[in-house]
């Protein structure tokens, strides 16, 4: 599985790349804290998977890793080869880049 930092996304961020990124956590965890992704709940994604870029690379995001790993597992056996966990999920954001940021 491939993986991105939030050092990495944030520097992609901060180039104004063309990219995807991708929330897997529920409404109530998105509505604290966001780093602007699409919101597509770990439950929907595979429903929803024609909302995600094929031919650019897709990050995907949660709490700490692991729902979005789930998510990356469930969208590869559905062929998706351009998929990025994004490692530590909001809580290594908010540890790394932005301390001043709600979590739960």
């Not at 104004?16 to 409404?27: A, H, K, N, Y």
């Not at 790394?96 to 739960?104: K, L, S």
Request: hydrophobic share 40%.
């Amino acid at each position: 599985m491939n993986e991105i930092t939030v050092q990495e996304l944030k520097e992609k961020l901060d180039r104004g790349e063309d990219f995807q990124l991708i929330d897997v956590r529920e409404d109530f965890e998105y509505e604290t804290s966001n780093l602007g992704g699409q919101h597509i709940p770990l439950g929907g994604i595979l429903i929803e998977k024609d909302k995600l870029y094929k031919d650019k690379p897709v990050v995907i995001m949660c709490r700490s890793g692991k729902r979005s790993a789930a998510a990356i597992a469930q969208l590869e056996a559905q062929g998706f080869t351009n998929l990025y966990n994004l490692q530590g999920g909001i809580l290594a954001w908010q540890a790394e880049i932005d301390p001043d940021m709600q979590v739960y």
